[in-house]
């Protein structure tokens, strides 16, 4: 029986995957024929400008079509879709032959929009489950070894040593003391959608890590924070843990190892703070997303006060092929102290947006163009936000750097999440930077001075820039707001919005005249 | 909207959500949820399920974009303003969509049919720009097809 593919991702939906889906579906039905398909809703490749992306099963693999429309499909099957005839003008050949995506490295996202997200059958076929199954047979000590063998850091942007976090809670308190992990899925950065694909594409990847993240440090428990503006990523998650829990891989007495491991899945309430860690565990609580200072280290004295592993939706979801193949295999990808691979979303004004996995190393250059494809106007590209909201804005004297965390913050700028957003030759900058200040009025926690009061200060002091009011004095009023900002906040929220303020005034100062 | 009703659906979720640890936020979601509002004089009623100040509860609320205290309209219209949207033509995108309503963000019609809400990031950013109408996601829209989207739902209005 042919199967075929037809992505449930969020990106696919929005485009218009659930009409073609229902079109398909109705033509097969009037045709008694036909009907001896299996539709299979998968994730996405994260080919995104291909979405929606319709994949047929042949003997010599999936045959790909896209971007699909549903006024498409009675053509498509006219022309042997069934069948993966390749005649079609939207044909794109075998999915694994596509450049951009037979080029990645894919190790986190190994599995996105090859499976069927919640068949979990599907998954153990593609190795899933294989890391946790090694987990159980090791020591604590030796799981959390792996991780740091790994050289694995936090994807969420801090890039902590993932294994040193783990060896700390592990270490923390004494035996039998309650412990948590804490998965933090409330990916609000603009450019960045990995954390949603892979929840959405690959739901079991996140549950086993998680799961081994657990033996590792000795907690029972796992919360992961989901942002509420993801709301199919909840549903998958949802069924996703009761299959898990069904089938003995998550739960009491895991594969017979004696260990126990619950996950519950929390929604924030759009609030963009709550995805700083200490915010995110104060929203875990039921209190106000305000940051913590610290010490104490959430790792000491964490969620409800207990020592609490917070690590990303990427983080984790790169524990089980770690396990599954090895440290080794893992750290041999990569350059420098940056191992492994990254999850780099392509975002904004780009030909070809999408996700592009790869070992750190490969240049914005090449991302922008050999993956992006230039910009989608058609314009010459003109700066890019690399890192998110707090990221810095590089021009083109800069796109060769090798993204690495190291040759990042050599150019003063960060990875973060590994979004990229860029931008065309249409872009005003002045208003870039202030729009950076303005969002950070709108989502501070309001709990320290600097980013509460001087983001509001900074939104008028660069309007004053822009009307040329007292210039020189203004901008270096402006300087020194940011230097306050960047030296005296809480977290990261106050302390990095001047990075895209500062970057936007330095490599693109006539913008604001 | 009878308060007995309100009543109910505020014990719904206290009883469905009590035992969770850290159970306010899982409480007002279901309360939202359900009423589209969490009624200001409710505050108090979950405060004391909880053990908790009416200040407390009152903070949660206000600090949070997704908890609101009064009703918004029939239609809730969300427009993403992040970057990558930015990029794609997106303050167009927002210019357009107020005038169509007449609205600014975070204001509702005078008829009550559709509230104007900014977003930031839909996590769509590689079909920017987005936008987000009642529970479905839009991407790669135009001016042209956001107005005719709301063409549609100000029709279907009239309808009823």
Known sequence: MPRIYIPQDSSAISVGADAVADRLVEKLEVNPSNKKVELVRNGSRGLFWLEPMIEVETDAGRVAYGPVRADDVDSLIEQGLLEGKQDHPLCLGLTEDIPYLKSQQRLTFRRAGLIDPLSITDYQAHDGFKGLKRAITMSCKACVDEVKDSGLRGRGGAAFPTGIKWQTVLDAGTAGDQKYIACNADEGDSGTFADRLQMEADPFALIEGMVIAGISVGADMGYIYLREEYPHAHAILEQAIAIASSSNFLGQDILGSGKNFYIEVRLGAKAYICGEETSMLESLEGKRGEVRAKPPLPALEGLFGKPTVVNNVLSLSSVPIIFAEGADYYKNFGMGKSRGTMPFQLAGNLKRPGLVELGFGVTLHSLLYDYGGGSATGRPLRAVQVGGPLGTYLPESQWQVEMDYEQLAAIKGVLGHGGLVAFDDTVDMSQQARFSMEFCALESCGKCTPCRIGSVRGVEVIDKICANENRESNLDLLNSLCDTMENASLCAMGGMTPFPVRSALEYFGDDFK | ?160
Do not use: W
């Open chain 2, 1 to 160: 909207m009878s308060n007995s009703k309100n009543i109910d659906a505020v014990n719904a979720a206290i009883d469905a959500n009590h035992h969770l640890k850290g159970a306010l936020l899982p409480i007002l979601h279901q309360v939202q949820k359900s009423l589209g509002h969490i009624p200001a004089d409710q505050v108090g009623v979950i405060a004391k399920a909880l053990n908790l100040s009416r200040a407390e509860v009152h903070g949660v609320i206000s600090f949070y974009h997704s908890f609101t205290t009064s009703p918004h309209g029939s239609n809730v219209i969300e427009v993403c303003r992040a970057e990558s949207c930015q990029a794609m033509g997106g303050r167009e995108i927002e210019a357009t969509v107020k005038n169509a309503l007449g609205v600014n963000f975070e204001e509702t019609t005078e008829c009550g049919g559709f509230t104007l809400e900014p977003v930031y990031c839909l996590g769509n950013c590689a079909c920017s720009p987005a936008v987000k109408i009642n529970s479905q996601i839009y991407g790669r829209v135009t001016s042209d097809s956001v107005v005719s989207l709301i063409d549609d739902l100000k029709q279907t209005r009239g309808q009823k």
